[in-house]
């Protein structure tokens, strides 16, 4: 199955980010790492465990995300454990239910998931671990397929080019999104940039994209338009007859191979005129010898 239509299942260990997120100004945002996560493939279920008694603040964001909340009452004997068990049981359960399901992610940093982690890549599973820089585990982050860091996701954004006055506010906004998904599709190491599959990862990360609402009658329009505002460059692909992005802005250069030679260096060079050979190598003597046929006799 390529990688553009995996199906994610997320489990939140929402008492290991609260330990993470101690002593921070910023809050946890959800909508960064379902953001971040979009760009995998088509998220599938949702679901958060703690106490939320504890953390009224983030379950109205929570909700809005359509994530699935989970209470864990936090008793005498029971608490962060109780959780940690209740995670396992569904995701196992749904590793064996749901097999169109493919991938994993478990946004923590616990060591104790790690066992998990080693079962549902024994089933088949694709691994996506997810976690604070200062509170994750190298056992989970070293036994998952992927592990991306919450703190990465805070990384810019590229910015669309500079743009006539006249385009409206929403085609600058749709320019970003293309730039967004383009870039998210670099990251998973996309080497061809079809617009097919830049058009799925824009409807992924806006599922209300649809190029007519900006005036272009097909996608390629809405292509031709990005080239001829020097936000990508496009070509035709020969076989598919297909359009497909070669580059667009904000895109860092790939560094050649080969470095070009310093064109001062070539006019030393030339003024230096070819090497002399070495007096004890035998194209050397051999010069000597030619010299020494050459010059008259003295008498």
């Not at 998210?184 to 830049?198: D, G, P, T, Y």
């Not at 097909?218 to 992005?245: G, M, N, P």
């Not at 190598?281 to 010059?295: H, M, V």
């Amino acid at each position: 199955m390529p990688d553009s239509e995996r199906n994610l299942a997320v489990f939140v260990d929402f008492e290991n980010l609260a330990l993470g997120f101690q002593g921070q100004r910023n809050k946890f945002d959800i909508h960064r790492v379902l953001e971040r996560l979009v760009e995998k493939g088509k998220i599938l279920a949702k679901k958060a465990y703690a106490d939320w008694n504890r953390f009224n603040e983030y379950t109205a964001s929570l909700h809005e995300a359509a994530i699935e909340l989970i209470e864990i009452p936090r008793r005498n004997m029971t608490g962060k454990n109780s959780a940690d068990i209740r995670l396992c049981v569904d995701a196992m359960d749904l590793a064996y239910s749901k097999e169109h399901i493919d991938t994993f992610v478990i946004v923590s940093g616990d060591s104790d998931f790690s066992p998990l982690v080693s079962k549902l890549k024994e089933n088949g599973k694709h691994v996506i671990g997810l976690g604070m820089q200062n509170s994750t585990s190298d056992l989970l982050r070293d036994n998952c397929d992927e592990f991306i860091y919450y703190e990465d996701l805070e990384q810019p954004k590229p910015v669309v080019a500079t743009l006539d006055k006249q385009v409206p506010e929403r085609k600058r906004k749709m320019f970003q999104l293309l730039l967004d998904s383009l870039l998210a599709l670099r990251r998973e190491n996309k080497e061809i940039l079809w617009s097919s599959l830049v058009k799925e990862t824009m409807k992924r990360k806006k599922p209300s994209f649809n190029e007519s609402y900006y005036g272009y009658r097909t996608f390629s329009e809405l292509l031709q338009d990005a080239q001829s505002e020097e936000i990508i460059k496009i070509e035709i692909d020969e076989r598919s007859r297909s359009y497909k992005v070669t580059s667009f802005s904000g895109e860092q250069p790939a560094a050649s191979a080969v470095q070009p030679t310093d064109p001062r260096r070539r006019r030393r060079r030339r003024r230096r005129g070819p090497a002399k050979p070495d007096a004890a190598s035998p194209a050397a003597e051999g010069s000597e010898d030619a010299s020494a046929a050459t010059e008259p006799d003295v008498a």
